[in-house]
């Protein structure tokens, strides 16, 4: 009879030596998850497995690309703001929106529209981790609750059973 591995005291997103996980020897192996991934090797994963929904990614995939995104909408949405702010007052007393503000709001709408596959498919394939099935992103459409359902299937920690999903 063997005995379960202890319970990991590795850094956050890695399950830790010893453990069957099978992730990626180095940040260029794309069909294995990186588990411990610093930002730009995040970023870099994430538009390099665009519209892959087949594999695993690990939280720290999954949450340094969170980050960044909400880095830059944050930004986007300061500039928008603070354009807007500055924009004049028309004769009858409505405020117009400048141009420059128009041509922020289209760039980030850009953004949201060449983000919106890789994003699916990354939050698939940070569910194969934790071994669910990619189609409980589905639950996200549920009002009210269902990003929160997602959210929490998103914090769960990666699970060995979750090699079912590679390549």
């Known amino acids: 009879m063997t005995t379960p591995p202890a319970a990991s005291t590795a850094p956050y997103g890695n399950p830790g030596p010893g453990e069957p996980y099978d992730g990626a020897t180095s940040p260029s192996v794309l069909n294995r998850p990186l588990y ?7 970023i870099s994963r994430f538009f390099k497995n665009y519209a892959t929904f087949s594999g695993r990614a690990s939280r720290s995939e999954y949450w340094m690309l969170t980050l960044f995104m909400v880095i830059v909408s944050a930004v986007f949405g300061a500039l928008i703001g ?26 980030l709408s850009l953004f949201g529209l060449a983000t919106l596959v890789p994003s ?15 189609p409980f992103f589905f639950l996200s459409f549920i009002p009210s609750v269902g990003s929160l359902i997602v959210l929490i299937l998103s ?4 699970k060995p ?6 390549k």
């Open 36 to 42: 411990g991934a610093t930002f730009g090797q995040a």
């Open 82 to 107: 603070i354009v807007t702010a500055t924009a004049g007052v028309t004769e009858d007393g409505t405020a117009e929106l400048p141009g420059s503000a128009i041509a922020l709001i289209v760039v």
């Open 120 to 134: 699916i498919s990354l939050q698939w394939r940070r569910l194969h981790d934790v071994n669910l099935a990619g």
């Open 155 to 158: 914090l769960l920690p990666p």
């Open 161 to 166: 059973e979750g090699r079912r999903f590679d």
